[in-house]
């Protein structure tokens, strides 16, 4: 499976995004995809998550200003990003589950800044 996100860039507080993440090969493997993110010297921390059923799942952090849905038709996962806060600054990787195993995108930057 691989998978290319797009999307990131800088922002002001207070502004929106919109990241993607277009999958392909073995995608009938994949059970769930997501979006985490880390931020310099921090971990990497899951941000969302949905799985193939459409459950999804969100950090406390970004509970109601992120939204993470899904293009089945273009295997394409989204992270719509609201009312982004200097905090949310960190690289964005993509990640689906899929053969037992994690697969990652090679990130995008997202900059909250003024």
């Known amino acids: 499976v691989q998978l290319v996100e797009s999307g990131g860039g800088l922002v002001q507080p207070g502004g929106s995004l919109r990241l993607s993440c277009a999958a392909s090969?073995?995608?009938?493997?994949?059970?769930?995809m997501g979006w985490y993110r880390q931020a310099p010297g921090k971990q990497r921390e899951l941000v969302a998550a949905i799985t193939s059923g459409g459950s999804t799942n969100y950090a406390d952090s970004v509970k109601a200003r992120f939204t993470i849905s899904r293009d089945s038709a273009k295997n394409t996962v989204y992270l719509e990003m609201n009312s982004l806060k200097p905090e949310d600054t960190a690289v964005y990787y993509c990640?689906?589950?899929?053969?037992?195993?994690?697969?990652w995108g090679q990130g995008t930057q997202v900059t909250v800044s003024s």
């Open positions: 990640n689906c589950q899929a053969f037992g195993r994690d697969y």
């Open positions: 090969g073995s995608i009938f493997g994949i059970v769930a």
